[in-house]
């Protein structure tokens, strides 16, 4: 089955500064890249996800970029604020069984 | 609240007992999934279901058992056979498989 690693487990940076939390995946049939997001005491929420057919995807200050050939896919966040602080989850799954399958989480805190 | 309850926000049970936790949606979504959380694991799929009257386990089915019969609900038991079941649980909703998770509010077990 599937098998997600998500980097690092957790990552301080400095208000205004650039968070990146990257994830590799096993499965090479793997065609769909969610990331959520978690704050204290909530429900995990959809960030930004990216299918197989594309290399990069931008969301106002989240970004992510994948590379199939490697199999991994990075979540990048500039400018942090403060309410950026979180956990956020990579999840990977593919067209044969459909199990969406995610990575251990990175807690990320910014310091204002 | 978001389409997608569940019930109750804590669970307390005596080992040796079943428990049965619910998840209901008014989505109109055809899959339905339960994860289950645990501090620094992520979120590790138990079962999932794409319609009603079928379902697939995921990487931890063992010690739980679920149930569609109809497509607003994805009821999960977990039985005395699952050896560790203390943990936070999660039920999430999508249109199809490989589309964004609408999760709920969890159901946090304890079992002594």
């Known amino acids: 089955g599937e098998n997600v690693e998500q980097h690092p487990s957790t990552l301080s940076v400095q208000e205004g500064d650039s968070a990146v939390i990257k994830c590799t995946y096993s499965?090479?049939?793997?065609?769909?890249f969610p990331w959520y997001k978690q704050e204290l005491g909530k429900r995990p929420q959809l960030i930004i996800d990216?299918?197989?057919?594309?290399g990069e995807k931008k969301d106002q200050r989240i970004a992510v970029t994948l590379n199939k050939t490697a199999k991994h896919f990075s979540l990048h966040i500039t400018e942090t604020q403060p309410e950026d602080s979180a956990v956020y989850f990579c999840?990977?799954?593919?067209?044969?069984?459909?199990?969406?399958?995610f990575g251990a989480g990175t807690t990320v805190t910014v310091r204002a | 609240d978001g389409g997608i309850t569940q019930s109750p926000k804590y669970l307390f049970r005596k080992e040796g007992q079943n428990v049965t936790l619910s998840c209901e949606q008014n989505?109109?979504?055809?899959?339905m999934y339960w994860y289950r959380q645990d501090p620094g694991q992520g979120l590790r799929l138990i079962y999932y279901?794409?319609?009603?009257?079928?379902?697939q386990k995921g990487d931890i089915a063992e010690g739980y058992s679920v149930s569609r019969e109809k497509k607003e609900s994805f009821p999960l038991t977990v039985t005395s056979a699952q050896k560790n079941p203390t943990a936070f649980y999660l039920c999430?909703?999508?249109?199809?498989?490989?589309?964004?998770?609408?999760f709920g509010n969890g159901t946090r077990l304890t079992v002594t």
């Open positions: 279901s794409q319609i009603v009257n079928d379902f």
């Open positions: 990216i299918r197989s057919n594309v």
């Open positions: 989505l109109n979504h055809d899959a």
């Open positions: 999840a990977a799954s593919n067209s044969n069984d459909y199990k969406l399958s």
């Open positions: 499965d090479s049939a793997s065609n769909y």
């Open positions: 999430a909703s999508s249109i199809d498989f490989n589309s964004p998770l609408h």
